[in-house]
């Protein structure tokens, strides 16, 4: 990554606002999925490291992380470290028809009724007494 490019993605990083935090669960398998499926979504994301809690420093963090889901850190000031990794539309493809598959459950429907309808009910009860 060129650093025009670098500058660009800082800039439009500006407005984010984070989406993932880091605590002191340091990253698992949980945090990667989440910023894998932000990352599919979004390509650039922002996330927050609480230095209270965080076991290591931010810029580790945002190395290994990096590292793990392929993706390019931006930069990493103080607790916030930006991420960019490009989409990549054969993988998002495959991930939807995955969830598709498993999401093909069937929905029961549920009929909603109004006031009214409620109300001519109990008094059709009513008038069966």
């Known amino acids: 990554m060129t650093s025009k490019e670098r500058a660009r993605l800082r800039a439009k990083a500006n407005t984010l606002e984070s989406i993932i935090q880091i605590g ?70 495959q991930k939807r028809k995955k969830n598709a598959t498993a999401k093909t459950t069937v929905r029961k429907k549920v009929k909603i009724k109004g006031k009214r309808q409620r109300q001519r009910e109990k008094e059709a009860k009513k008038s069966l007494r």
């Open 24 to 93: 002191k669960d340091d990253i698992g398998e949980n945090l990667i999925s989440q910023t894998d499926d932000a990352l599919d979504a979004r390509e650039l994301i922002k996330l927050r490291v609480h230095l209270d809690t965080a076991p290591e420093k931010p810029r580790e963090l945002a190395g290994k992380l990096a590292q793990a889901l392929g993706a390019d850190v931006v930069q990493v000031i103080g607790g916030v470290i930006v991420l960019y990794r490009k989409a990549d539309e054969e993988k998002i493809a």
